[in-house]
C-alpha cells in the first residue's frame, strides 16, 4: 500500500460540493493541452470521472532550457510525495510553482511521461502498434513556445499511484481518485505547462478518461458584492 496514504491524515484538502467548480476546460482522454501561467496564476487539475492520472511538466518562460526537476523538488522539499506546500523547482533551482491544494495526496515523481518506447518495451504484446502517448502529447503541446522534445524528463504525475516496497519494486496501483479530486499550483514566476490526460491504460485501472484543468488568474477582477 502506497505510505503516502497515511503520511496526508488530516493534511488534505476537504472534498466538498465545489472542489473544481468554475468554468472548466475538459482534455479528452489520451491527449494534452498547454497553458501559460504568469505569476500568481492558479491552475487546477480536477478528476471528472475517477481514477485518471495527469501529466504535468513546467518550463521557464525566460529560460526554456530550464524546466521542472523531479530530482530538485525532491532534495529540497525532502520528500517523494508532494502535496499542499511543496515547491516545485526547476533544474537550476529556481521556484517554478508551489501546491497550494490537494485533495488526494496520492501523486508521483519517479515515473517519465509514457511514450511509444514505454508501450514497445513494457507492453510486447501490443507489437509495436502505435499508441497515444504523454510524451508525444508533451511534445505537441510545448514544441510551439520553443522546448526540444529530447529534453522533456521526469514529470510530475498528479493522482497517480506509485509506491515502493521493502525490496525496492515499484507498483502501480490505481488511481485513488473519485470524480471531483483536484490538484492546484499556483505559479511563482511566469511558466509554460503541458498537461496531458495520461494514455497508459495501466496506470488508470484499465481505461482512460478526461481531465479537466481550470485556470485562476491573478490579475482576474474581485467580483462585486451582491446587491
Not at 505510505?3 to 476546460?25: H, M, N, Q, W
Not at 523531479?70 to 515547491?87: F, V
Not at 524528463?153 to 525490496?167: A, I, Q, R, S
Amino acid at each position: 500500500m502506497n505510505p503516502a496514504f497515511s503520511r496526508y491524515v488530516g493534511k488534505l484538502t476537504p472534498r466538498t460540493p465545489e472542489s473544481g467548480g468554475g468554468d472548466r476546460e475538459r482534455i479528452p482522454a489520451q491527449r494534452g493541452a498547454y497553458v501559460r501561467l504568469e505569476t500568481g496564476d492558479q491552475l487546477t487539475l480536477i478528476d471528472p470521472v475517477g481514477e485518471q492520472v495527469s501529466d504535468l511538466y513546467l518550463v521557464d518562460v525566460e529560460d526554456v532550457e530550464d524546466h521542472f526537476s523531479a530530482g530538485r523538488t525532491t532534495d529540497y522539499g525532502n520528500t517523494i510525495y508532494p502535496s499542499t506546500g511543496t515547491i516545485l523547482y526547476s533544474s537550476t533551482s529556481r521556484r517554478l510553482a508551489a501546491v497550494t491544494r490537494d485533495t488526494v495526496g496520492v501523486h508521483d515523481m519517479t515515473l517519465t511521461p509514457c511514450s511509444q518506447d514505454t508501450f514497445d518495451i513494457l507492453y510486447p504484446h501490443l507489437g509495436g502498434a502505435a499508441h497515444p502517448s504523454c510524451h508525444a502529447n508533451l511534445v505537441a503541446a510545448l514544441a510551439p513556445v520553443g522546448v526540444d522534445a529530447r529534453h522533456i524528463g521526469t514529470t510530475l504525475n498528479v493522482f497517480m499511484n506509485v509506491w515502493t516496497d521493502p525490496e525496492g519494486e515499484l507498483h502501480i496501483d490505481p488511481p485513488p481518485t473519485v470524480a471531483g479530486d483536484l490538484f492546484t499550483i499556483r505559479a511563482l514566476r511566469p511558466i509554460h505547462v503541458g498537461i496531458t490526460a495520461c494514455s497508459a491504460e495501466g496506470s488508470n485501472n484499465g481505461h482512460c478518461t478526461p481531465i479537466d484543468y481550470l485556470i485562476e488568474r491573478s490579475d482576474a477582477p474581485a467580483p462585486r458584492p451582491a446587491g
